[in-house]
């Protein structure tokens, strides 16, 4: 039988400008292609510290297997790691079609003054964005178009912090630092606190939020992976650094 072909995996060189290596990491993942089995084949727990998400992302590189959304953002950080000027930051989506609810999240990019992402998706417009946009509000709402494509409302948008550069870190990624009910919004309002956050953020003065409201971590109940919620991001880090 023929054995599917393996993508080589991305490798920087420094001749590349930065838009160029972000192009090559999105053409690996288009070449792992998205998963339509309905299988996960890759566990991601989003509590998990970040030094495990990568010997995830490794795993991923090993395996060559179709990937879908949150596998892509994992990735995305893998291969972006050690780039100092490249900063990393979860964007999710909740949207409204037909009756359901669907979820996405793709990978922010802020880059010498400009805004992009990385991810996977079923729409070719509901992943990568170049590294053009001005501000966080401008690529929030071609997010926002895009999806009016496809009759899906956007309801909900959670941005997070920045993913810290230190692949062997105990900390967690924090997934949720802003939550705007942006179809309760206007969109002068919601440029305007998402123009706040991006300058908060640029600024790197933000703090994770589970550091100051734990009951609102344990409330939210939208984990992908359903668990006993008892040990805080922190201990659970604490304890595996000692084990």
Sequence with gaps: ??????????????????????????????????????????????????????????????????????????????????????????????THFSGNYFHHVVLGIYCNGRYGSLGMSRRSDLMDKPLTYRTLSDLIFEFEDSYKKYLHSVKKVKIGLYVPHEPHSFQPIEWKQLVLNVSKMMRTEIRKELEKFGRDMRMKILKPSRAHSPMKERSRGKSLSPRRRQVSPQRRACRRDKS
């Excluded at 490798?11 to 999105?26: D, F, G, R, T, V």
């Excluded at 792992?32 to 490794?58: C, V, W």
Aim: glycine share 4%; aromatic share 10%.
């Design 1 to 94: 039988c023929v054995q599917p072909s393996v993508p080589p995996v991305p490798n920087y060189k420094l001749s590349m400008s930065i838009p160029e290596w972000l192009q090559a990491i999105q053409t690996y993942m288009k070449m792992l292609q998205y998963n339509h089995t309905g299988t996960q084949f890759f566990e991601i727990r989003k509590t998990r510290p970040l030094s495990g998400l990568m010997e995830t992302a490794k795993e991923m590189t090993r395996e060559s297997l179709p990937i879908k959304c949150l596998e892509a953002v994992i990735l995305g950080i893998y291969f972006t790691n050690g780039q100092p000027s490249v900063e990393r930051f979860p964007i999710s989506f909740k």
